[in-house]
């Protein structure tokens, strides 16, 4: 199996485990490929931390501040340019994004540069470096980074952090080597052990076959998620999908909806669903007074919104902005 590891590679990791560096410096040292760049850090704050310390045009930055029809755009324009610099016909471009690029994103880098993270999210980053094997590993460089100022999701994809950082900075760690990176798991999973992996004793209510109990505790979120409607249209981003007249339709119609004390049905939902971005719905309650509107009540309680409208600015490059703090999939580990 080893073999198959050796003849995969692809890239060149690059460690820097002696120092942290300042955004600035992540910015800088970004700039000196002189080819494209995609960049992975592990929170949205820290995506508009390195966009702004970056200060050019050609910075695109991708995360769950954008909706998905945004982010979809975003990609298709970074494509069209990585396939322009390959044929020496366009300028190298630069990526910020958060983990939402680590899977399910068929792209290809000439050099990425990942926050420090747990292997096996270093490992996707990448994936998305000489993805195509078009390039020599040797010229093919994925830089591991310590950032000064950076923060990290708690809780479990904390651990994992701390874990993978550890043996990365030992002596003659080896991305490729499998037994390295079951060694990683193995010590990840003893740590998660120690602080008990069944806190809710979902095992307990498993055995007394009480599934409804099984069900309520366990979710791949914990705190409940709400949809929020942005004006991902022409009248605020000028290449948009959708107009702002049909934006202004759907906000019509779902209010009529919401008047007649009448949910969303399965094929609006589908239309707007692209449009929308998850904030979790302490956020939302709190953001109400000012920002968001609540659409649609609930159907339980009648009161706390299952989908609300974003009255706040909308950036072709930023989306919503810093004013969500807290990102559903930071959750996830």
Not at 31 to 49: F, P, W, Y
């Amino acid at each position: 199996a080893s073999d198959h590891f050796e003849t995969l590679r692809r890239v060149t990791y690059t460690p820097i485990t002696l120092e942290k560096w300042s955004w600035e410096r992540v910015a800088a040292e970004m700039k000196e490929r002189k080819e494209s760049v995609l960049a992975i850090v592990n929170t949205k704050k820290d995506a508009l931390a390195l966009r702004d310390a970056m200060n050019q045009d050609n910075v695109s930055h991708l995360s769950t501040l954008l909706c998905l029809a945004h982010r979809r755009k975003i990609l298709e324009a970074a494509q069209a340019a990585l396939d322009a610099e390959r044929k020496h016909d366009g300028p190298p471009i630069y990526l910020v994004s958060t983990q939402v690029i680590e899977a399910g994103v068929d792209i290809d880098f000439p050099h990425v540069f990942r926050a420090k993270a747990s292997l096996d999210r270093i490992v996707q980053a990448a994936g998305r470096c000489n993805r195509e094997g078009s390039r020599r590993r040797e010229d093919s460089h994925v830089v591991v980074f310590d950032p000064m100022e950076g923060s990290a999701p708690p809780g479990d994809y904390r651990t994992a952090l701390e874990t993978a950082w550890n043996l990365i900075a030992g002596k003659d760690f080896d991305f490729n080597d499998p037994q390295q990176m079951t060694a990683y798991f193995e010590l990840f999973y003893s740590r998660l052990r120690q602080k008990g992996l069944d806190s809710k004793n979902v095992q307990t209510d498993r055995a007394c076959w009480d599934f409804p109990t099984v069900a309520s505790k366990v979710r791949l979120i914990n705190e409940d998620t709400v949809s929020v409607l942005v004006p991902y249209h022409q009248g605020k981003v000028a290449d948009a999908p959708l107009t702002k007249s049909e934006y202004d339709l759907w906000v019509e119609e779902i209010r009529r909806r919401a008047e007649r004390r009448k949910g969303m049905t399965r094929a609006l939902w589908q239309k707007i669903q692209p449009f929308t971005i998850a904030v979790f719905r302490n956020e939302a309650e709190k953001l109400s007074a000012v920002l968001l509107e609540a659409l649609i009540p609930h159907p339980d309680t009648g009161s706390l919104a299952d989908l609300w409208l974003w009255h706040g600015a909308y950036d072709e490059y930023t989306g919503i902005g810093a004013k969500i703090t807290c990102d559903p999939s930071d959750s996830i580990c």
